[in-house]
């Protein structure tokens, strides 16, 4: 059972760069979430989506876009890295939206140069 | 806004003791989550509270709810290398599940 997969799990990049970090949970749930975890700053999240084709800004929005246009896939870009970017970033998934858990997956440790 | 704190921020116990984390929350909490993220790995779901005064347990953790529902604690008993990693606690910000909210986090260290 693979849970909620992310892809790749490190990634360095150049400011000005793009790139798409891929996340796939196969638990058919309805709900996926993008966070980033920042030394003192917490698990922040980014953007999260209520199903498929649709995605909603979540407490730090700017500079990410993201899309789901299948229900297992949640997909986040960077259009142009900055070095504020850098950060670890975390996916996951949930059955509805309260009073059911997050899965997470393992994580993709990007780092903007 | 809702707010999670955590205390301690960070534990250093030895090998067999029993521990204490908690959770302490600004609104009342409708569902609190604790969850155990070791370096460079995702977070692991432990457990998940909704009434007050619950109290679960898995292995040799124990996690409660509060009956004002507004605290948690985790509790390991005789703490092994294998506890060690970061305890967050999550919440749902409301009645309605909007935007999940984390603690900050306690560190746990386990020494052998």
Same mark, same amino acid.
């Given at each position: ?13 150049? &400011? ?6 891929? @996340? ?66 975390? @996916?996951? =998934? ?20 | ?5 955590? =205390? ?11 521990? &204490?984390?908690? @959770? &302490?929350?600004? %609104?009342?909490?409708?569902? +609190? ?9 995702? +977070?692991? /779901?432990?457990?998940?509270?909704? %009434?007050?005064?619950?109290?679960? =347990? ?5 996690? %409660? +709810? ?22 967050? @606690? ?9 935007? /999940?909210?984390?603690?900050?986090? &306690?560190?746990? =260290?386990?020494?052998?």
């Amino acid at each position: 059972n693979a849970g909620v997969t992310q892809t790749p799990k490190f990634r360095v990049l150049k &400011t000005g760069q793009s790139m798409t970090l891929l @996340c796939a949970q196969d638990m058919n749930h309805e709900y996926m979430y993008w966070y980033r975890q920042d030394p003192g700053m917490g698990l922040r999240l980014i953007h999260y989506s209520v199903g498929e084709g649709t995605t909603a800004k979540g407490e730090v929005p700017d500079g990410y876009n993201v899309s789901r246009l299948k229900k297992q896939n949640f997909l986040l870009g960077l259009e142009s890295a900055a070095p504020s970017q850098t950060s670890v970033y975390f @996916c996951a =998934s949930s059955y509805r939206q309260g009073n059911s858990p997050l899965h997470f997956g393992n994580g993709t440790r990007l780092t903007v140069t | 806004s809702q707010e999670l704190e955590q =205390s301690p921020q960070s534990l250093i116990v030895q090998e067999g003791k029993n521990l &204490t984390i908690n @959770c &302490t929350s600004s %609104k009342t909490l409708y569902g +609190l989550y604790w969850y155990k993220q070791k370096y460079g790995e995702g +977070l692991i /779901f432990l457990m998940m509270l909704q %009434k007050g005064g619950e109290e679960k =347990s898995h292995e040799k953790i124990t996690a %409660k +709810l509060d009956e004002k529902k507004q605290q948690s604690s985790l509790h390991i008993t005789a703490s092994q290398p294998s506890h060690a990693g970061i305890y967050l @606690c999550g919440a749902d910000a409301d009645n309605y599940g909007q935007n /999940f909210v984390f603690g900050p986090g &306690t560190r746990l =260290s386990v020494l052998p």
